[in-house]
């Protein structure tokens, strides 16, 4: 008797219909759609976004033998490259200014307008959900010094999200030094980049509830007021 049909885990559902199919199956026997397996498909994703990345003129530039030689920190720069994925060109220098002159701020624009969404859209989501709950509290008891606090925050951010940053990449690349090269790397593109989605989820329950707030207030004041009938 053939033991294939013994295991329950012998079948594939094919990516277009969705219908099981058997896992020997080459093709759909559905819709005629090309099976591939859940291993293979991870896979395949890995490895475009590896070639997109080792491709491109940015990555190449900073992990050539003649330019890694240059950086102080204990890592290797393709694992930076990996983690940051975006704007390394201006990051791995910036870091590397920071560590050669020790210092201990560094300012950063995009930090300063934009503060806790910048930490979380650089996936620093500790220091960003914490800012944001701070200033709450803050603006909450003292509803006059909102102002004040929002300014501080963000000149502090402005002034050291680039340290932080650094800190969060030297830990990211220290947790995953002694692992097997591809899966170190699998690790750091998923840990690392960025995170639009939250920054703009955040973005819309503000908006909504600067609405929701400015109706209620409307509401009120039109009931106080002598000439609502």
Same mark, same amino acid.
């Given at each position: /008797?053939?033991?294939? *049909?013994?295991?329950?885990?012998?079948?594939?559902?094919?990516? %277009?219909? =969705?219908?099981?199919?058997?896992?020997?199956?080459?093709?759909?026997?559905?819709? +005629?759609?090309?099976?591939?397996?859940?291993?293979?498909?991870?896979?395949? #994703?890995? !490895?475009?976004?590896?070639?997109?990345?080792?491709?491109?003129?940015?990555?190449?530039?900073? #992990?050539?033998? &003649?330019?890694? &030689?240059?950086?102080?920190?204990?890592? *290797?720069?393709?694992? /930076?490259?990996?983690?940051?994925?975006?704007?390394?060109?201006?990051?791995?220098? #910036?870091?590397?200014?920071?560590? &050669? &002159?020790?210092?201990?701020?560094?300012?950063?624009?995009?930090?300063?307008?934009?503060?806790?969404?910048?930490?979380?859209?650089?996936?620093?989501?500790? @220091?960003?959900?914490?800012?944001?709950?701070?200033?709450?509290?803050?603006?909450?008891? /003292?509803?006059?010094?909102?102002?004040?606090?929002?300014?501080?925050?963000?000149?502090?951010?402005?002034?050291? =999200? *680039?340290?932080?940053?650094? %800190?969060?990449?030297? !830990?990211?690349?220290?947790?995953?030094? #002694?692992?097997?090269?591809?899966?170190?790397?699998?690790?750091?593109?998923?840990?690392?980049?960025? *995170?639009?989605?939250?920054?703009?989820?955040?973005?819309?329950?503000?908006?909504?509830?600067?609405?929701?707030? =400015?109706?209620? +207030?409307?509401?009120?004041? /039109?009931?106080?007021?002598? @000439?609502?009938?």
């Amino acid at each position: /008797m053939d033991g294939r *049909n013994n295991s329950t885990e012998n079948f594939k559902y094919c990516s %277009k219909c =969705g219908k099981k199919n058997s896992a020997y199956d080459k093709f759909c026997t559905h819709c +005629g759609n090309k099976l591939t397996s859940i291993e293979d498909s991870v896979k395949n #994703t890995v !490895n475009e976004v590896k070639e997109g990345i080792t491709g491109s003129k940015t990555y190449q530039e900073f #992990t050539k033998s &003649d330019y890694e &030689d240059e950086y102080k920190a204990d890592f *290797n720069n393709k694992d /930076m490259v990996n983690f940051i994925q975006k704007k390394v060109e201006y990051y791995i220098p #910036t870091f590397k200014e920071i560590e &050669d &002159d020790n210092k201990s701020t560094s300012w950063n624009w995009a930090a300063f307008f934009f503060n806790s969404w910048w930490l979380l859209y650089r996936k620093m989501y500790a @220091y960003g959900f914490g800012i944001i709950a701070g200033t709450f509290i803050l603006t909450s008891i /003292m509803p006059m010094s909102s102002f004040v606090v929002n300014i501080i925050v963000a000149v502090l951010c402005g002034l050291y =999200g *680039n340290i932080l940053y650094l %800190k969060q990449t030297v !830990n990211q690349l220290r947790s995953v030094a #002694t692992m097997d090269s591809e899966l170190k790397q699998r690790i750091l593109l998923s840990r690392g980049g960025v *995170n639009i989605v939250i920054p703009i989820i955040l973005g819309i329950i503000t908006l909504l509830a600067l609405l929701l707030v =400015g109706a209620v +207030g409307t509401f009120f004041y /039109m009931l106080s007021s002598p @000439y609502y009938y």
